[in-house]
């Protein structure tokens, strides 16, 4: 089993960063492919961000491409979002996920392991 706990969101101001942290427990950290998502209220959960199965490889989906770098400390068994220039649109819940095999791993069915999420709420 692996446990993960997300950290890091809060309220900013358009414009602004966070940094988002998921730290995990369980079973060796670096096998895992580790991807972020998010959802705001109504809405289907979304890719955000995610390493591919090599972990040498990152994805982004188109509105965070540029802005979002995901990051990864195998000896923390940590892996980041950093965000930036952050709009009202960004607003939501933030999970991580892992998945012990991903072929696609965009696709939220893919990952067996979530997180409970951090809110993050960009103001105007």
């Known amino acids: 089993q692996v446990q993960l706990v997300e950290s890091g969101g809060g309220l900013v101001t358009a414009g602004g960063s966070l940094r988002l942290s998921c730290a995990a427990s369980?079973?060796?950290?670096?096998?895992?492919?580790k991807g972020w998502f998010r959802q705001a209220p109504g809405n289907k959960r979304e890719f955000v961000a995610a390493?591919?199965?090599?972990?040498?490889?990152?994805y982004y989906t188109d509105s965070t491409k540029g802005r979002f770098t995901i990051s990864r400390d195998n000896a923390k068994n940590t892996v980041y979002l950093q965000m930036n220039r952050l709009s009202p649109p960004d607003t939501a819940t933030y999970y991580c996920?892992?998945?012990?095999?991903?072929?696609?791993?965009?696709?939220?069915?893919?990952?067996?392991?979530w997180g409970r999420g951090t809110q993050v709420t960009v103001s105007s």
């Open positions: 390493f591919g199965r090599s972990g040498d490889s990152t």
């Open positions: 369980g079973r060796p950290f670096s096998t895992y492919t």
């Open positions: 996920a892992m998945c012990t095999s991903c072929v696609e791993p965009y696709l939220s069915d893919e990952y067996d392991y």
